[in-house]
C-alpha cells in the first residue's frame, strides 16, 4: 500500500506492542516507526491524508479512531466511533477533510475536521472489511464488507448532516 510518496514510505505493519512501523521497499529495514500516542492502544488500521502528509488516522482493536499531526505530537483527537475492531480507514480526497472509518462492527462513519460524527451507514450484515473514496466524485463512499455485498454510499449531504 503507497501512503506516502513524497517520503518515500511505501508500506507500513502494525506490531502487537502498539507500534507502526514504516517501510521504505528500497531497504530490508524499517525506515521508522510510529508511536501512535494513544495510551494501551493496538492498531488495527492506518490512513495518511493525501494532502497532508504529516497527518495520519489509526484505528484501533476498540474502536477507536485517532488522528494526529506528526509534527505535533500532543494533537492528537481521539474518538470511540465504533464498538468493535477498526478494518479501515480512508481520508477524503477532495478538499473537504473528512475521515471514513469501516468497522468489524458492520458499520460505516465519516467523521469531519471537529471529530463530529456526519455520516452513518449499518446496511452491512457482517464485517465490513474495505473503503474508498470515489476518485470523480466527492460524495460518494464505496464500503465492502464480508457479506459479499459492494455499498455506495451517498454522502452528498454531509455538510449538512447531524447523523
Known amino acids: 500500500r ?14 502487537y506492542d502498539g507500534k507502526v512501523l514504516l517501510w521504505d521497499r528500497r531497504n530490508p529495514k524499517p525506515a521508522s516507526w510510529l508511536d501512535v ?7 488495527t488500521s492506518l490512513a495518511w491524508h493525501s494532502q497532508q ?7 484501533d482493536e476498540d474502536g477507536n479512531v485517532s ?19 477498526v478494518t479501515g480507514l480512508a481520508f ?22 471537529s ?5 452513518r451507514d449499518r446496511t452491512h450484515q457482517d464485517f465490513v472489511k474495505g473503503l474508498s473514496w470515489s476518485p470523480t466524485d466527492p460524495g460518494i463512499l464505496t464500503t465492502v464488507g464480508w457479506d459479499h455485498r459492494v455499498l455506495h454510499h451517498s454522502v452528498h449531504h454531509m455538510e449538512n448532516s447531524t447523523t
Open 115 to 119: 471529530f463530529s460524527e456526519v455520516f
Open 67 to 85: 488522528v494526529r499531526k506528526l509534527q505535533n505530537p500532543e494533537s492528537i483527537q481521539t474518538s470511540a466511533v465504533h464498538t468493535h475492531y
Open 2 to 15: 503507497t501512503f506516502m510518496n513524497r517520503l518515500s514510505f511505501s508500506s507500513y505493519n502494525i506490531t
Open 92 to 113: 477524503s480526497s477532495h478538499g473537504s477533510y473528512f475521515i471514513a472509518s469501516v468497522s468489524e462492527d458492520c458499520s460505516v462513519a465519516v467523521l469531519d475536521q
Open 53 to 59: 502528509t504529516d497527518t495520519v488516522a489509526v484505528g
Open 37 to 43: 500516542g494513544v495510551p494501551d492502544c493496538r492498531p
